[in-house]
C-alpha cells in the first residue's frame, strides 16, 4: 500500500514557474523500488501523461508537451517526488496527480500502468 499526497498547486499567471511535490508513505518496501509518475486532467479531457521516473532509472521520461519546461526529479531517502515546471501556459492548467507503482516498467505513461494515486493538487495558469 502506498499513499500518495500532493501539494504546491495554485494559480499563476503565464510564463510564471511552479514546483509540485508529492509525499509518499509506503508498506516497508523500499521506495526506490518504485515507479513514480505525474499526470495531469483538464476540465473535459482524459487524464494524461506528463513525466515519469522508472524504478532503478533515475532519467526522467516526459511527454512532447512540457519536455524542455518541467524538470521531474525524486529523493528517495526523503521519499518524496517533484515536479518543476517553469514557463506554465494556460494549456497546462488542470489537476496534477502523482502516481505509483511496484518495480521498474517498460510501461509507464498510461493510467492503467499505476496502481496507486494521489488526490490531487490544482494547478490554474492564466493567460
Known amino acids: 500500500q502506498v499513499l500518495l499526497v500532493e501539494s504546491g498547486g495554485g494559480l499563476v499567471q503565464a510564463g510564471d514557474p511552479l514546483r509540485l511535490s508529492c509525499a509518499a508513505s509506503?508498506?516497508?518496501?523500499?521506495?526506490?523500488?518504485?515507479?513514480m509518475g505525474w499526470f495531469r486532467e483538464a476540465p473535459e479531457k482524459e487524464r494524461e501523461f506528463v513525466a515519469a521516473?522508472?524504478?532503478?532509472?533515475?532519467?526522467?521520461h516526459y511527454a512532447n508537451s512540457v519536455k524542455g519546461r518541467f524538470t521531474m526529479s525524486r529523493d528517495n531517502a526523503k521519499k518524496m517526488v517533484y515536479l518543476q515546471m517553469n514557463s506554465l501556459k494556460p494549456e497546462d492548467t488542470g489537476v496534477y496527480y502523482c502516481?505509483?507503482?511496484?518495480?521498474?516498467?517498460?510501461?509507464?505513461?498510461?493510467?492503467?500502468?499505476?496502481?496507486?494515486w494521489g488526490q490531487g493538487t490544482q494547478v490554474t495558469v492564466s493567460s
Open positions: 509506503e508498506d516497508g518496501r523500499i521506495f526506490g523500488a518504485y515507479t
Open positions: 521516473i522508472v524504478a532503478g532509472d533515475y532519467i526522467p
Open positions: 502516481a505509483a507503482r511496484f518495480g521498474p516498467t517498460a510501461q509507464f505513461m498510461g493510467v492503467h500502468d499505476y496502481g496507486y
